[in-house]
């Protein structure tokens, strides 16, 4: 039931992870990094968010929709939950640990970045979620000697770098100055990550676009192809302070 949810959405953004190893330092804040003065993408501002909507997997044995709330305070805090009438996930993301509670199962999972990483064996890091949940640019690392080719193709520019065999593209709207493609692939193993970003809305209070649908798409170079679709029908900004609840009640089984 909903409890692959958060197991597919994670892998999605490890998959994104892996892929930017060597591009960007794990301390680097990438969802709030200015875009370059050249590139025209421009990254959603706020202090909370909260959006409603349904989300979509599609992977090898497994076809689900749930509705999915999620509230994020701004390099902070996210908080997501996916329910089937009955709550079937929760989770709460900060800078320095993971928590996500299976009601259903009574289990639940906690640990830090470090651990995850360790267990994974790819840098796993807040940042890197905010950023594919809002859609925001990802910029090389300033570090690195990677020099980004960008060119314009009529309304739409093409931001593309190779660092340490991976290569990376984001086209842009320019109409929207947002990212409407992040393209990910890895030269040695061939696994591929493709994000599109489509129904872009105005939000008040400064008519800021969001996309309102996100589909990923993961290929791996052995294995089924994985996606998941989340579409928003409410997305507030900075209408109020948020709550971020979360608790793990007597009798849940701790998942190793």
């Not at 859609?135 to 190779?162: F, K, W």
């Not at 029908?233 to 109020?240: P, S, T």
């Amino acid at each position: 039931m909903s409890k692959y949810i958060p197991l597919v959405l994670l892998s999605a953004v490890l998959l994104l992870g892996s892929c930017h190893r060597k591009l960007a330092p794990t301390g680097a804040k990438t969802g709030s990094a200015k875009a370059p003065e050249m590139v025209k993408a421009t990254n959603v501002e706020f202090s909370y968010l909260k959006a409603k909507g349904k989300v979509s997997i599609d992977f090898p044995g497994v076809q689900q929709t749930a509705n999915l709330n999620v509230r994020i305070r701004k390099d902070s805090v996210i908080w997501m939950s996916a329910s089937l009438g009955i709550e079937g996930f929760r989770a709460y993301i900060t800078r320095d640990s993971v928590k996500v509670l299976f009601p259903l199962q009574r289990e639940y999972y906690t640990g830090d970045y470090a651990y995850l990483s360790r267990v994974l064996n790819v840098p796993v890091t807040f940042e890197r979620v905010q950023a594919l949940l809002l859609g925001d640019y990802l910029p090389a690392s300033p570090s690195s000697a990677a020099v980004p080719t960008i060119s314009t193709d009529g309304g739409t520019q093409r931001v593309q770098y190779e660092q340490s065999g991976v290569l990376v593209q984001q086209l842009i709207d320019l109409a929207k100055s947002r990212v409407q493609q992040l393209t990910v692939q890895d030269q040695q193993t061939q696994n591929n990550l493709n994000v599109d970003y489509s129904d872009f809305q105005p939000l008040t209070p400064q008519s800021q676009l969001f996309a309102h649908t996100t589909l990923l798409k993961v290929q791996q170079a052995k294995g089924a192809p994985s996606s998941v679709t989340v579409n928003y029908r409410n997305v507030d900004l900075d209408k109020e302070r948020l709550s971020f609840p979360f608790s793990v009640p007597k009798g849940y089984a701790r998942k190793k």
